[in-house]
């Protein structure tokens, strides 16, 4: 069983920076892949970004290519997700979640989720 907490949410300006954490508690971290999802307000949840369990392989959707980058650090337990040059477009409840897969792209596929946390980009 796997358990993860986000943090590093908050309210930031448009063309700000921010970095999310997850830290994960449990065994074999280190083989799952991980990704960052977000859900905006009537919105479905998308995914932000993948990682694979080596760190070797990521995966970008093109709303946040060249922007956001994922990365973890398996001694510590964390993934993280740079965020940069935030838009407005960006404000959602972004949720960490782990795959026992080495990495996967769709939502149903992942096995344990963060409980989120709030980012809000200001215009």
């Known amino acids: 069983q796997v358990q993860l907490v986000e943090s590093g949410g908050g309210l930031v300006q448009a063309g700000g920076s921010l970095r999310l954490s997850c830290a994960a508690s449990?065994?074999?971290?280190?083989?799952?892949?991980m990704g960052w999802f977000r859900q905006a307000p009537g919105k479905e949840r998308e995914l932000v970004s993948a990682?694979?369990?080596?760190?070797?392989?990521?995966y970008y959707p093109d709303s946040v290519k060249g922007r956001f980058t994922i990365s973890r650090d398996n001694a510590k337990k964390t993934v993280y997700l740079q965020m940069n040059s935030v838009k407005p477009d960006d404000t959602a409840v972004y949720y960490c979640?782990?795959?026992?897969?080495?990495?996967?792209?769709?939502?149903?596929?992942?096995?344990?989720w963060g409980q989120g946390t709030q980012v809000t980009v200001s215009s």
């Open positions: 979640a782990g795959t026992r897969y080495s990495i996967s792209y769709s939502h149903s596929m992942y096995d344990y």
């Open positions: 449990g065994r074999s971290f280190s083989s799952y892949g």
């Open positions: 990682l694979d369990s080596s760190g070797g392989i990521t």
